[in-house]
Structures are given as C-alpha cells and as structure tokens.
C-alpha cells in the first residue's frame, strides 16, 4: 500500500541527503520520481545536501498545489512512482493535505522530509499536520551533536552571536558558516530579534533553555553554573 512517510529531525541530521539516496535508489531501480522543495540553501527550484549532492526539483510556494500538479502531469502522460517533499515543515497545511490525497487517490508513496520545530521550540504548521496524517513518522537515526557533545535536539536562532527567541517563524540565516535557507530559517527574510547577522545552530534541551551557544559559551567564565538562590540556602552554623 502506498504510504504517506515523514522523516524528521534537527539540522544537520541528514535529511536532505537521505531524500537524494532515495532518489538514488529509486532511480537504479527504474522507477520515476517527482521531487518537490521549498526555500532549498541552493536556491529555488534545487534539492541539496551539505554534504555536496544536488538535484534539480520543483519549487512549491505557497499557492502551490501538489495533487493538482501531480493530475496534470500523470494526465499528459508523465509517469510518477514516487513524490519527495524536501523541507517540508514550510508548507501549508492544505499542502500537506494535498500530499496526503497524492498518496490516497494516485496511489503514489510521499515521501517528506523536514524540521518538526522552529527555533523557539513550537512545532512549524507543516510538520504538526504530517505528525496528523502521515502513515509513518521517522526520526533520523544519524544524531546532530550539541556543542557540548550531548545530543542535539533543539534549532537556536542567534542574532549578532546572541540566542534569540522571538521573531518571525522563517528567516533567512547562515547554517555553520554556509549560506542557506535549513532549519527554522529561510524563505523571505523577517524580524529576527534584533540586528545583526542572523545565524542558526543546534543544541541539546539543556543549552537550548540557557540560551548558552557555543559563542555564547567561549565568552562565559563558567557556562554550566547553576545560579544560587539564596533565599533556600542552609544557613551555616553560628559562632
């Protein structure tokens, strides 16, 4: 049967380059697939990994409709054995309705891959409404790292070097010193807490709630003490 399947993780956890070893596969096979993205870090129409893969894709903005896509082409002819949808988590929610009818009505495995949350830890519309609908939700097994080594779970925004928390939902930023458009950035440039360049970096829970970077954390005499308060403290003995 086929199946509606969302992959999912944090940045840098390989997303895009398992979306293309699946092309990859697929292709060898001789089977024909369309793929689609959104906000690419190479650029519009573009489906790239950092490792240095890249292929050609069709880009869905928002008025985009996948089903209605999908009927045209199969409609003049076109073959389709598979769909994959590349940064998923900036499509809308009736985008990822129409991905859904993709797979119930033609028969077409979906394959999505993206983010599950923003830089301020809530869930992009997207991705909350694959978590709905799809069949399957992975979670990629190749584990981004903190900069402390643990393993990394939240998207930090930083502006100027600094974490932020407030600001538009997408934003264009620089990933590890690449330009690009992952994670909780890219697509059309907003608010983003303040001036400065704004960068993206991912962190485990624990520094994610401290706010503690890893430029944040060179500049910190001790990163990792907790603050004392003093109004539970056991009063020393008295003399």
């Known amino acids: 049967m086929p199946e509606l399947v969302f992959f999912s993780g944090t940045m840098d956890c390989g997303k895009s380059t398992l979306a293309l070893q699946i092309q990859h596969n697929r ?6 697939g369309m793929i689609f993205t959104r906000d690419d870090r190479a650029g519009a129409g573009r489906l790239s990994s950092r490792l240095g893969l890249v292929t050609d894709a069709v880009e869905a903005g928002d008025g985009f409709d996948f089903h209605a896509h999908l009927v045209r082409h199969l409609t003049a002819g076109g073959r389709a054995d598979y769909v994959i949808a590349d940064e998923a988590q900036f499509l809308t929610e009736e985008q990822i309705d129409q991905l859904a009818r993709v797979v119930d009505d033609l028969g077409i495995d979906v394959y999505a891959f993206g983010i599950t949350t923003d830089f301020r830890t809530r869930l992009f519309p997207g991705s909350q409404r694959l978590i709905e609908l799809a069949d399957r939700v992975e979670v990629l097994q190749v584990e981004a790292l903190c900069w402390c080594g643990a393993r990394a779970t939240h998207n930090a925004r930083t ?4 974490m932020v928390v407030e600001g538009a939902q997408v934003v264009v930023g620089d990933v590890a010193g690449r330009d690009g458009a992952d994670g909780s950035g890219g697509g059309p440039a907003g608010a983003g807490g303040g001036g400065g360049d704004v960068g993206y970096e991912v962190l485990c829970r624990r520094h994610h ?8 954390r060179a500049g910190a005499l001790a990163p990792d003490v907790l603050p004392l308060d003093t109004s539970t403290a056991v009063p020393g003995p008295r003399r």
């Open 27 to 32: 292709t060898a096979r001789g089977l024909v």
């Open 159 to 162: 502006v100027g070097g600094r």
């Open 209 to 216: 709630r401290r706010r503690l970077t890893a430029a944040a």
